[in-house]
């Protein structure tokens, strides 16, 4: 099963930006749709943003996102690197959370992850 790390979390004001990043121990990572969720403690976990594995070249690639992210988060993969990347700009308090990268059959809310890592803390406070 592929593992993954996710990283580039930090302390950063309103306003600012971040890019996080999800590494696979495996190029399996390309066959996998591939989901940024987020949880805050007491919460329950919230999907953030989707991005569609690729079966082959010319597979067209296709992004979801929750709309309170919208306009300021982008999902993006390059499966050479085995990296799965959320740039987030426009930063706000309540986008303050641990972040994950998870695997899913497919981007859907229904569908539930497989692997996820470690996460990390994304922290928006001035």
């Known amino acids: 099963q592929v593992q993954l790390e996710e990283s580039g979390g930090a302390l950063v004001q309103p306003g600012g930006s971040l890019k996080l990043s999800c590494v696979a121990s495996s190029f399996a990572l390309s066959y996998y749709a591939i989901a940024w969720f987020r949880q805050v403690p007491g919460k329950e976990r919230e999907g953030v943003a989707c991005i569609t594995g690729t079966a082959g070249t010319g597979t067209l690639i296709n992004t979801t996102y929750i709309d309170s992210v919208k306009g300021r988060f982008t999902i993006s993969r390059n499966n050479r690197k085995r990296t799965v990347y959320l740039q987030m700009t426009n930063l706000k308090p309540e986008d303050t959370a641990v972040y994950y990268c998870?695997?899913?059959?497919?981007?859907?809310?229904?569908?539930?992850?497989?692997?996820w890592g470690q996460g990390t803390q994304v922290t928006v406070w001035s």
């Open positions: 998870a695997t899913q059959d497919m981007c859907s809310a229904s569908a539930p992850y497989g692997a």
